[in-house]
């Protein structure tokens, strides 16, 4: 008769045991799933945005005698009051160095675009001037810098925020840290009473205090965790091979009313946090 | 004999639940993903972001833009404009207790004022000139259905 109470309780167990596993793995699973679709899309998206929007910002474009402005028709002119102006697309160190150099970075009273605490570099090449000796380009770089979000978002930081904000203060969270300090003080004062010069009641502290910081936080919050306080560069290089997101837009190049040329903008962006 | 019939029968249970348990995961799956889909569009992550999209999406409008966007009737929003005018903070708040009321915060290439507005699920962007400069403005209002 004791074998029948058992058996069921035993296949009963496991039943719960089961179907509560695999609807948290399905929950699991879906969550994450969609989480990385996002960040894998976040870069990328913001390149193709900063792009447009320069592509239609009215200190670049051009505009004819009747103050009418054209998406996409860059202003030669205005491109030099802006940007560095290179003849051999960059390809001279001493120019690209221009580029990354923080004293021509592109002030916000020249072009007010650019993400907070993320580098866009940005350069146009004149397609229609560009051979191998001479190659007409523009570039430079677009700087906001946050430096109190800097400090707050680097990934230490970032890491234990999360820790603390997934900390579970719910009563059966503190149950299961009780139960796992009572039995990490038994292990603790056997294994301590064994040790000289510890003694069983030693033992006892540090294995309750081993037991509750095991229980603080499941292995999935710890490796969200660790998922979140990954910087962008990183996250960029993990998802696309590259820690920086290229983004090529075509455009024209309006040198005057009659001399156009086809060209192509590249907004390259590293997040840095 | 009578722990071997009985064992049988747990068996037979067994089987069946089993099969019933692979009928219903896909079940579940389908529930939970529509559930899913239901939150995941109106959370704070996913207006954060749209909302950033479109508000670096103005910028690339030649002239004056107006653009609404309601991400639901149901749910309000709080959000906040940082002091830089580069990053927007949204914290949805579902009436759901067991839904964790979370901050998301996306960023934008345009500049935005800074602001605070509680409580709402309209939002209305806009590019205009005035004397010959470009502003952009976050307007957001409560509407119910």
């Not at chain 1, 989480?35 to 390149?47: C, H, I, M, P």
């Not at chain 1, 069983?200 to 490796?223: D, F, K, M, Q, R």
């Not at chain 2, 653009?67 to 009436?95: H, Q, T």
């Amino acid at each position: 008769m004791k074998g029948d109470i058992t058996i069921n309780v035993i296949i009963t167990g496991l039943f719960a045991i089961g179907v509560a596993a695999f609807a948290l793995y399905l929950m699991f699973k879906m969550f994450l799933e969609i989480e990385s679709v996002n960040l894998q899309a976040k870069t990328e998206r913001d390149a193709i945005l900063l792009a447009n929007a320069i592509l239609s910002h009215k200190n670049l474009v051009y505009c004819d005698s009747n103050f009418i402005c054209y998406r996409g028709m860059l202003d030669a002119n205005k491109l030099n009051n802006t940007f560095v102006y290179s003849t051999s697309g960059f390809n001279d160190t001493e120019e690209f160095k221009m580029v990354i150099d923080p004293n021509f970075w592109i002030t916000r009273d020249k072009l007010d675009l650019g993400y907070e605490n993320t580098i866009a570099n940005v350069i146009i090449i004149d397609l229609d001037d560009c051979k191998r000796d001479r190659c007409v380009a523009w570039g430079g770089s677009i700087v906001n810098l946050n430096a109190w979000e800097l400090m707050e978002d680097n990934p230490i930081y970032k890491f234990g925020k999360c820790l603390v904000e997934s900390f579970d203060i719910s009563l059966g969270h503190l149950a299961k840290s009780v139960g796992a300090c009572i039995a990490g003080a038994g292990l603790g004062a056997v294994i301590g009473s064994v040790i000289p010069g510890v003694g069983s009641a030693l033992g006892a502290a540090i294995g309750c205090g081993v037991g509750v910081i095991a229980t603080l936080w499941t292995p999935e919050e710890i490796v969200n965790c660790v998922i979140e306080s990954i910087p962008e560069p990183i996250k960029m290089w993990i998802t696309t091979g590259n820690p920086i997101s290229h983004k090529g837009i075509p455009i024209n190049i309006v040198y005057d009313a009659d001399t156009i040329h086809k060209g192509r903008i590249i907004v390259s962006l590293l997040e840095l946090v | 004999m009578k722990l071997q019939l009985e064992i049988k029968w747990f068996l037979a249970i067994f089987i069946v639940t089993v099969i019933t348990l692979l009928i219903l995961s896909k079940l579940v799956s389908i529930a939970l993903s529509q559930l899913y889909q239901i939150i995941a569009e109106s959370s704070s992550q996913n207006v954060a972001i749209q909302l950033a999209s479109l508000m670096s999406a103005t910028g690339s409008i030649m002239g004056r833009i107006e653009v609404e966007y309601i991400p639901s009737n149901d749910i309000s929003y709080d959000i906040e404009v940082d002091s830089m005018g580069k990053e927007i903070a949204v914290k949805a708040k579902f009436p759901q207790i067991y839904i964790q009321k979370i901050t998301s915060e996306a960023k934008f290439c345009t500049s935005f004022d800074s602001q605070k507005i509680q409580d709402v699920n309209r939002f209305v962007i806009e590019k205009y000139e005035e004397n010959g400069r470009v502003y952009y403005r976050l307007s957001a209002w409560r509407i119910n259905e």
